[in-house]
């Protein structure tokens, strides 16, 4: 669903024609069909997963809220997992149609070729996602959706086969995707499994972690790509500088998972994965800028050293255990991006007011000459920063409404 906007999205750097192609790619890749696939983000985020797309080559690369489209191969869709930063999972595109009803989408569900999507002693799974929806809809209630689409799955395999596939909810060889908006119905194979932000590097969490994805596309948002130090000085569980040095490191963020969806599709190709993967690791590089952690927790700050080391960048990441209110860059200007408490209810936000005038004082007396940038909610909060920004964007971390803030410390 849009979200309003207080400003013009910012704008992400087009990526050079160098870049374009700097992902690897299959060599003497035998030819493969084209299929349709959907990346759905966070909204506010849609333009830096755009320029992900096109950095890796994707073909017909369209955005649309709360996601962007491109047209590509299997080989893509491997690229595009092993890959990507800021999206969410990668869905291909099975069918769309007009859906006034459950029983018009029971039949459509019914029309689609199951059968030569998964095997009988293959499990499946349905998820269903609600967007708008018309004040007369009747499809309101996702959970009987999937079981209708589950139905009408299971419907056809015993028409074809007298037999039927059982149901899988946690880990499916076949995940289906549908999201209904608006009379409409799209129906995806997900060829991610697990959402793309569990990366496999975070165990331990803080009591508000931002997912991986949603960090990497606050990166994505600054513009900052290693060129410059990079500064944190409520890093928490690390999630932040651990995003930031496995950009600067041009390490491919699906390397540390175990496994993705499309490894169980008939279709899939291992040699090519395989080919894939080995290349990934080999465009791995040393992380060539400073990265300064911090945080006031002990118990945080060993959390996010293990996380790093988990990663594979725990050496490219100077942690320390210190107060934001002694914080000092060591590495001169660079960019500083930070994602403090925000508290839910008024005394925990009264509570936090002496923190974010630190904050405030911090970035004016310590980071000038720096772009910093803040990421919390709107409330007063904001205020007592003390600061005027230069530029809102709008986002979510999940539910909640926040704010990236962007200050020009002069």
């Known amino acids: 669903m849009p979200a309003a906007s207080q400003?013009?999205?910012?704008?992400?750097?087009?990526?050079?024609?160098?870049?374009?192609?700097?992902?690897?790619?299959?060599?003497?890749?035998?030819?493969?069909?084209?299929?349709?696939?959907?990346?759905?983000?966070?909204?506010?985020?849609?333009?830096?997963?755009?320029?992900?797309?096109?950095?890796?080559?994707?073909?017909?690369?369209?955005?649309?809220?709360?996601?962007?489209?491109?047209?590509?191969?299997?080989?893509?869709?491997?690229?595009?997992?092993?890959?990507?930063?800021?999206?969410g999972r990668v869905l291909r595109v099975l069918a769309g149609f007009p859906c006034a009803d459950q029983a018009e989408l029971y039949r459509q569900a019914y029309g689609v070729q199951w059968e030569l999507l998964m095997g009988l002693e293959q499990t499946l799974a349905v998820r269903v996602v609600l967007g708008r929806q018309g004040p007369e809809s009747t499809l309101t209630h996702s959970q009987f959706l999937s079981r209708r689409i589950k139905d009408a799955i299971v419907d056809r395999f015993r028409d074809v086969f007298n037999k039927r596939p059982n149901v899988n909810p946690g880990r499916p060889d076949l995940a289906v995707h549908a999201f209904i908006e608006n009379g409409r119905c799209t129906l995806s194979l997900d060829s991610s499994g697990a959402p793309l932000f569990m990366r496999g590097y975070r165990q331990g969490a803080g009591a508000a972690p931002l997912k991986e994805t949603l960090a990497a596309g606050l990166i994505g948002l600054t513009g900052w790509r290693g060129e410059r130090p990079f500064y944190d000085f409520l890093c928490g569980t690390g999630t932040l500088p651990i995003e930031a040095a496995l950009l600067a490191g041009n390490r491919a963020p699906g390397l540390l998972r175990e496994r993705f969806g499309f490894q169980t599709w008939p279709d899939y190709r291992p040699a090519d994965f395989k080919a894939l993967v080995e290349e990934a690791r080999q465009a791995a590089r040393p992380v060539g800028v400073a990265i300064q952690a911090s945080d006031q927790d002990p118990r945080m700050v060993e959390a996010a050293r293990e996380n790093a080391r988990r990663a594979g960048v725990e050496d490219a990441i100077a942690f320390a255990v210190c107060d934001a209110a002694e914080f000092q860059p060591q590495h001169g200007a660079?960019?500083?991006?930070?994602?403090?408490?925000?508290?839910?209810?008024?005394?925990?936000?009264?509570?936090?007011?002496?923190?974010?005038?630190?904050?405030?004082?911090?970035?004016?007396?310590?980071?000038?000459?720096?772009?910093?940038?803040?990421?919390?909610?709107?409330?007063?909060?904001?205020?007592?920063?003390g600061l005027r920004a230069s530029r809102r964007t709008i986002l979510f971390n999940g539910a909640l409404e926040c704010r990236l803030l962007r200050f020009e410390l002069y």
């Open 7 to 87: 400003t013009a999205a910012p704008k992400v750097r087009e990526p050079r024609p160098a870049e374009r192609n700097r992902r690897p790619q299959l060599r003497k890749a035998r030819p493969q069909a084209l299929h349709d696939y959907f990346v759905p983000v966070p909204t506010g985020l849609e333009a830096v997963l755009l320029a992900e797309l096109q950095a890796l080559g994707m073909a017909d690369c369209r955005m649309d809220t709360g996601g962007v489209h491109f047209q590509g191969t299997l080989a893509d869709c491997y690229q595009a997992n092993l890959w990507l930063r800021t999206g």
């Open 334 to 385: 660079g960019v500083v991006l930070i994602n403090p408490p925000y508290g839910e209810r008024l005394g925990e936000i009264e509570a936090l007011k002496p923190l974010y005038k630190t904050l405030g004082d911090v970035l004016k007396q310590r980071c000038k000459g720096m772009e910093a940038y803040l990421f919390t909610t709107q409330s007063d909060l904001i205020k007592a920063i």
